[in-house]
């Protein structure tokens, strides 16, 4: 209670602004003797606020208003009485002393929403209003105080209405604190019982989610047994009155429920519990769904007043928002969890923050991430341990692309980083900084996310160095579609064919291909089409300004990431240079060959010359020295020979002519020559039916020779060696098998390496520079046929060539010849 | 010259090895008669010989190119002629050039005397 003197706006606030003008006229208002005083009374009865008007130090009532009377009680008579006597109740509620405290000080006194409690119906039973009111000491000429004149506006409503407001805001607040809704419905009944004051038990109850069953909520004067056995009733047209007032959706008012027909099957159980009326008001969303209903039970029949109906809004209203609000709380929590289980399932590192960059949450794969498990509201901006620039300069964590985007309030797109983890390994990252608002636009936090682009980085290098690699080879390489339209063509290209990547992107490819070879292409592509590679393919090209140039062509079909051929890459390398030198290489080796033969030629001519005279002359010892001196010769024109054969096979001019020949004579011929190079062995053949083969028959002779040389030579106790020919699918195989000394079997498989001669001690005394095989090997190997050895030591050796029946002709003629 | 009769014209560039052709050949009684060049081997100036020993790779001449011309001529297509080589394909190149032999050099001479024996007495048939 205040004293606010002169505060003129406070007073014309709450409506209780006396007219100061006509004070002094009221004064004497209550003669009502002259005509103004007349009018004056009549305005002073009529006014829209309480006037009365005290007179002398017991206060004695001069003068009530009907909006006085009204507020204290219409029966009472209170005119001549003095305060003391007319409202024995104030006594002790601090009026009393308000008014002697005016009259003796002739100071006025506002009164702001003050409570006074009135015992309006003389029932004993005291009412609470709230007045705002005015004391003026009604002074004389002299200036001494007569008495006082009273100006109040009952503002009961407004203060209870207020006071629900807060009430109600207090008990919503409840729920925004985590109190639970039970505890803050049991709040809300107790605060409208206390509210009520009248023995009023109040009751709430929840419907049931299945809509068709009230459920216990809150009634804490109720006995527990009552609130036990009504718990889960199912509501109805004849369900007592909360039962049906959910049914009916309406307000169920039972006055005397020993009567009412609604409370037949409840009678005894309200009566075992004296209860006795029962109001019951549904509650509702604010969408008009059906949450409940709230009661009002009393231990006595009885109906509501109004303000028992003003309570009963404002509980319904109150438990509506309680129960709304702690349905969106729910709902916002299990929203928030199933966010953050949303976030915690994300393969992309994810992480929130406050205002201020301190983590708030993190899911698994940031702690995948960042190697790290982030310690919430410690580690700030990043959950990331160390961090760096793109270009590898170290980035403070208070600059990284979230530091910015909380700090400036916007957010960062497109930015790139490098997390560095406690283990040393490295992830390049794009972050996705957002600054989180709150709906005044504040920022309250943000979330990041950080998507590892780690491995687009690595392909984007190793597509960059590639796309260097390709720019800068010296062969061209080009692309095209499955049409032979030309899509890229680097500097290599560029460079051997003449023609700008301008010129040549979009062309048909045959713009590189000489007329008469403009029939290759539609076989390249049909073997692109069909998945093939074309290797080393070497071939003639035209370049811009018309001049052949020979190529060799590398052609691989192009397949896109679902593995359907889109095209064909195309390798083709300048190899003129190449041919040229191949030339002068082979050149050179046939010189070679002529001038180290030549000498031997005459060495031996001399040699067999001098031995057939010696041997006229009857000196049979010295030209049988000589004959071995022959021999000699004979083998270093073989391992020339084979030299020879190894420098061209090694630089690739080997010179291969492939002519039909019979295979059967061919071996017959090969062995009866090999006879006579032994006289301890008898060479044996078998063979099948004869073929015509289509192969280099000179090397074909060689390969042979070279076996039953090595057969020959490493089966010096035998006596037999066996040449084969079979017939296999595809391929014709020629065998040669000796009855030596046989090779180890970890030594086999390197046989037909070059230099390659198996050691150890049954080998000493076996000469030669391992070239043998290896010569053998190269000859078949370019027939696209294949040589295979079988052996076992100290039982012999056999090696098997085939030679491939494509490009061989069956010949029927010979098949006779060939059985013999 | 105990054979007279049988005259073998020899083409070989090597002094050594032409030395121990002629003295193999004579030894066995042929006569031999050496050329140096083209020129005087085209004119035959001592008339066809009975048997043409010719290297296939001389300087300055090709004893190849000279076969198949030999062979492609009215007059000179019925003498035997043996190409001569040191190169591997020469066989091949004898073949292609129409030659009735070939010999490889380094040649065994009971192979050559056998070869040479051979064309003498088939041209002596014809």
Known sequence: MTIQQGDTRLLTSNGATPPDDRVDDLRSLAGGETGERKRLHDLFMQAPAMIAILRGPQHLFELANPLYMQAVG???????????????????????????????????????????????????????????????????????????????????????????????????????????????????????????????????????????????????????????????????????????????????????????????????????????????????????????????????????????????????????????????????????????????????????????????????????????????????????????????????????????????????????????????????????????????????????????????????????????????????????????????????????????????????????????????????????????????????????????????????????????????????RDITERRALERQKDQFLGIAAHELRTPVTGIKGYTQLLARRLHRAGDTASAEMLGKLDRQIDRLTGLIDDLLDVARIESGVLPFRPAPFELNAFVRETVEEMQQTTERHTIAWELAESVTLVADRDRIGQVLTNLLGNAIKYSPQADRVVVRTTRDGENVIVSVQDFGIGIPREKQAHLFERFYRVDGESRAGFSGLGLGLYVAAEFVKRHGAAIWVESEEGEGTTVRFSLPLNGLHGDKEHEVEGAA | MTRGTQRILVAEDDQVVLDVLRLILEEEGYAVEAVADEATLRAFPHGYPDLLFLDIWMSGWDGGDLCRELKCGEETREIPILLCSANRDGERIAREAGADGFIAKPFDMDDLLATVARHLHAQARS
């Not at chain 1, 209405?161 to 985590?178: C, D, P, S, V, Y």
């Open chain 1, 74 to 572: 219409a029966g009472r008579e209170i005119i001549g009485k003095s305060v003391r006597e007319a409202l024995p109740e104030i006594r002790g509620q601090g009026v009393l002393e308000l008014l002697d405290a005016v009259y003796r000080t002739g100071e006025p006194y506002f009164g702001d929403e003050t409570p006074v409690h009135l015992d309006r119906k003389g029932t004993g039973r005291l009412e609470e209003a709230f007045f705002n009111f005015v004391y003026l000491p009604d002074k004389d000429a002299a200036g001494e105080t007569q008495g006082i004149l009273v100006h109040a506006v009952d503002v009961t409503d407004q203060v209870r209405a207020r006071r629900r407001l807060e009430e109600q805001n207090r008990i919503l607040e409840m729920i925004t604190q985590g109190v639970s809704l039970a505890d803050a419905l049991d709040f809300l009944v107790r605060s409208i019982e206390r509210q009520s004051a009248n023995g009023m038990k109040g009751s709430l109850l929840l419907l049931d989610r299945d809509g068709k069953h009230l459920r216990h909520g809150a009634a804490p004067c109720l006995p527990a047994a009552y609130n036990a056995a009504i718990d889960g009733i199912a509501i109805g047209p004849n369900a007592g009155s909360c039962g049906t007032a959910a049914y009916t959706k309406a307000p169920v008012i039972v006055a005397d429920i020993a009567s009412d027909p609604l409370w037949a099957d409840f009678r005894d159980l309200a009566s075992e519990h004296d209860l006795r009326s029962c109001w019951s008001t549904p509650i509702f969303s604010a969408t008009g769904d059906l949450l409940g209903t709230f009661a009002m039970y009393y231990n006595e029949p009885r109906s509501p007043s109004e303000a028992d109906r003003n309570l009963i809004v404002f509980a319904t209203r109150t438990a509506a928002l309680l129960i709304e609000r702690t349905r969106a709380e729910e709902a916002m929590r299990e929203s928030e969890r199933r966010f953050r289980a949303m976030i915690d399932a994300l393969p992309a590192a994810i992480y929130t923050t406050d205002a201020e960059g301190r983590l708030t949450h993190f899911n698994p794969a940031a702690v995948a991430f960042s190697g790290r498990v982030p310690e919430l509201g410690t580690d700030q901006w990043c959950v990331t341990w160390k961090l760096s620039y793109p270009d590898g300069t170290p980035m403070p964590h208070d600059e990284c692309p979230m530091a910015i985007a909380l700090k400036e309030g916007r957010i960062i797109a497109g930015a790139e980083a490098i997390a560095e983890r406690p283990d040393g390994t490295r992830v390049w990252f794009t972050p996705f900084p957002t600054p989180l608002r709150d709906a005044a636009g504040r920022i309250v936090g943000g979330i990041n996310m950080l998507v590892d682009i780690t491995e687009r980085k690595q392909a984007e290098e190793a597509r960059a160095r590639l796309a260097a690699i390709v720019e800068s080879s010296d062969d061209a390489i080009v692309s095209k579609d499955l049409s032979g339209i030309i899509q890229t063509w680097n500097k290599g290209a560029e460079r051997i064919f003449g023609y700008t990547p301008e010129d040549a992107v979009g062309q048909p490819i045959t713009m590189i291909i000489p007329p008469d070879r403009l029939d290759e292409e539609p076989e390249i592509l049909r073997r692109i089409r069909c998945g093939e590679r074309v290797d080393h393919f070497e071939t003639v090209r035209r370049r811009k300004d018309g001049t052949l140039l020979d190529i060799s062509l590398t052609i691989s079909p192009v397949v896109d990431s679902r593995g359907a051929i889109v095209g064909a890459s195309k390798i083709a």
